[in-house]
């Protein structure tokens, strides 16, 4: 948590933040692969909690005044929100549970499959991002490096709710988190709020 300074009189400041996954394609086990991209597309779909509450991470976000995005690398998944300064503590009570405790819904994840195999396709049309990948091929091996992020398309369409959900209980819980918390807030209450929803 790094504090910022105090928002201009009259004004509510700006907050970042950060939910890092510390998993990404490398971490992924055999018949997992293109998991921590899917998983990353599935956070932005609209879900039900068990108490039968509707959830949309993007509208939440942008309903607080703030924007949303993510990326994921062989390394990490990252989910990534800059808001105003005021709006951390429903930041965190939207971002944390979408990450680590929405369902995985069977229909919706056929449908983003299909999204990511346009973006596979897409990759397989620049030459630049082939030639990338083969230069990883080439350099890493039989290392998990070698292999494209997004997964290949046999493997992606491989993939089950059950592979999904499982990659996501055993990357998303507390020693695979780190939380980034960036601006004008009280560290004590971010870390409480941060403890509770995790």
């Not at 369902?103 to 030459?127: F, N, T, W």
Request: net charge negative; proline share 7%.
């Amino acid at each position: 948590m790094m504090p910022g300074p105090p928002p201009a009189r009259g004004g509510r400041g700006v907050a970042c933040v950060q939910l890092w996954i510390h998993a990404g394609a490398a971490a992924e086990r055999s018949r997992e692969h293109g998991c921590a991209h899917l998983f990353e597309h599935m956070v932005f779909k609209p879900w039900v909690d068990a108490e039968g509450r509707s959830h949309d991470l993007a509208s939440a976000i942008e309903a607080l005044g703030g924007d949303v995005n993510a990326f994921t690398s062989h390394d990490e998944t990252v989910f990534h929100a800059t808001l105003p300064g005021d709006a951390i503590e429903e930041a965190l009570a939207i971002l944390l549970p979408a990450v680590t405790s929405r369902p995985i819904d069977p229909a919706l994840l056929d449908r983003e499959k299909q999204v990511v195999i346009e973006e596979i396709h897409q990759y397989e049309d620049d030459p630049a991002a082939r030639s990338i990948q083969a230069l990883m091929a080439d350099l890493y091996g039989d290392h998990p490096y070698a292999r494209p992020v997004l997964g290949e398309l046999e493997e992606l369409q491989a993939l089950t709710t059950a592979r999904l959900r499982g990659w996501q209980r055993r990357q998303c819980r507390g020693e695979s988190l780190t939380l980034v918390v960036t601006g004008c807030a009280d560290p004590g209450a971010v870390e409480a709020q941060a403890r509770a929803l995790l």
